[in-house]
């Protein structure tokens, strides 16, 4: 995704952590990705299943069970879509001199694409419910009540067994809530880390999106929100390798975006695309919905989604050029489409105006445009057609900004 300027108006910054602490106290915000989630576990049990997940504290300490992780990210994907929240208006984002465009795109593409993310975010850890293993602290409660799942067996556990030590542990986990009844389910979930010593882990979750059963979930909620069938196969995709973009992008890694670019085209999807989704995917999950936890609180990282958008730029920085071109073509065309819808073309206005095709009218019309799209100062010429003209100019606005919406 390559833009060089930002179109929204900068306002001033806040941190990650700032705006995200900001999120989660919207009650609108996370009734309505409560809601959605809730409606999505009413009618799949697969789904109702995986929401009681545990949470390792060391990645997801933002709530004890996978539910907390989909709100959350849910609930920011809201404050995009409703512009409650800007990217660039994110301190991180906007130190990242040249990069203001893609930024914005970022935006942009989680509005366009809502849906795409709707069902990202619904399905993308839904097997790691059956994958749940545990490993104790030496030494750890956990360890002496058995939480240590050996190495030889954490990949070829039968379910049955690996049910047996996920229902003890919510079995541990209820018994230690009650008794910490007073504390914040993110304050529980930090008690009981400390207390007990035990690691989660969901071996391969994220390939098992391949699975006949996870499949057809991934099929029907594609179905339910009228997705395309490339789509549809590109969340496959995505969802099968999103564990491996956090240590792909741990650093600036070209070859990475490679990987990534041979395997969209072995797919026979728009690499361009797939690199843009694939950017959406990592922003919401691996940063916004990976709440950390270290002895001076919670935080959140970004920088796997700046090194992969570093990384993208010097795996093929000539392609920034080139896509900038076409971009500014396609706004050009669209733009002008817009003119014409509105009465603002060039023959609408010889019309209003009454005058013949020629330099003079040229440099007239340059200068509407230009006072439209904000560069300039609108030429008055009379009462009569100044009023007709702030007419189009007011279609031509509603109609920029139905197509935003």
């Not at 995704?1 to 001033?12: A, D, G, I, K, P």
């Not at 240590?148 to 230690?176: C, I």
Request: with cysteine.
């Amino acid at each position: 995704m390559w833009r060089f300027e930002s179109v929204h108006e900068r306002l001033q910054t806040r941190f990650l952590d700032e705006v995200i602490r900001w999120v989660e106290r919207d009650e609108h915000l996370s009734g309505h990705a409560r809601s959605l989630i809730e409606a999505a576990a009413s009618q799949e049990p697969l789904i109702a299943q995986s929401l009681k997940t545990p949470q390792d504290i060391r990645y997801h300490a933002e709530g004890p069970v996978l539910f907390d992780h989909l709100q959350l990210m849910l609930a920011f994907l809201f404050a995009v879509v409703e512009e409650k929240i800007h990217l660039i208006d994110i301190e991180e984002f906007r130190r990242l001199k040249g990069y203001e465009g893609e930024i914005e795109e970022l935006e942009e593409l989680l509005k366009e694409q809502v849906s795409f993310f709707h069902v990202f975010i619904l399905c993308h850890d839904a097997a790691k419910w059956p994958s749940v293993s545990f490993a104790s602290r030496k030494g750890s409660k956990g360890e002496f009540l058995g939480f240590q799942t050996s190495r030889a067996h954490m990949y070829d556990q039968s379910v049955p067994e690996r049910m047996k030590w996920l229902n003890e542990y919510l079995r541990l986990y209820q018994d230690f809530s009650v008794q910490q009844s007073t504390n914040s389910d993110r304050e529980k979930q930090s008690s009981f880390y400390l207390t007990y010593g035990i690691d989660v882990h969901y071996p391969n979750h994220a390939r098992k999106i391949h699975a006949p059963v996870f499949e057809a979930l991934l099929n029907r909620f594609s179905q339910a929100h009228q997705l395309p069938s490339r789509d549809r196969e590109m969340l496959g995709d995505l969802i099968a390798h999103h564990m491996e973009f956090g240590a792909d992008f741990s650093q600036v890694r070209p070859s990475r975006i490679e990987r990534y670019i041979h395997l969209s085209s072995r797919r026979g999807y728009d690499a361009d695309d797939f690199i843009d989704l694939l950017q959406g995917c990592l922003f919401l999950d691996h940063v916004v919905g990976s709440k950390r936890l270290n002895p001076h609180g919670y935080w959140h990282d970004p920088s796997s989604l700046i090194f992969c958008l570093k990384s993208e730029h010097d795996w093929a920085p000539h392609r920034r050029a080139q896509k900038e071109v076409a971009r500014e073509e396609r706004e050009r065309k669209e733009r002008l489409q817009l003119f014409k819808e509105a009465g603002l073309d060039g023959v609408a206005l010889m019309d209003l105006l009454e005058m013949d095709p020629g330099s003079e009218f040229g440099l007239v019309l340059r200068r509407i445009h230009a006072a439209i799209l904000g560069q300039g100062d609108l030429p008055k010429f009379g009462e009569p057609i100044d009023q007709e003209l702030e007419n189009r100019i007011a279609v031509f606005y509603q109609k920029l900004f139905s197509q935003k919406v």
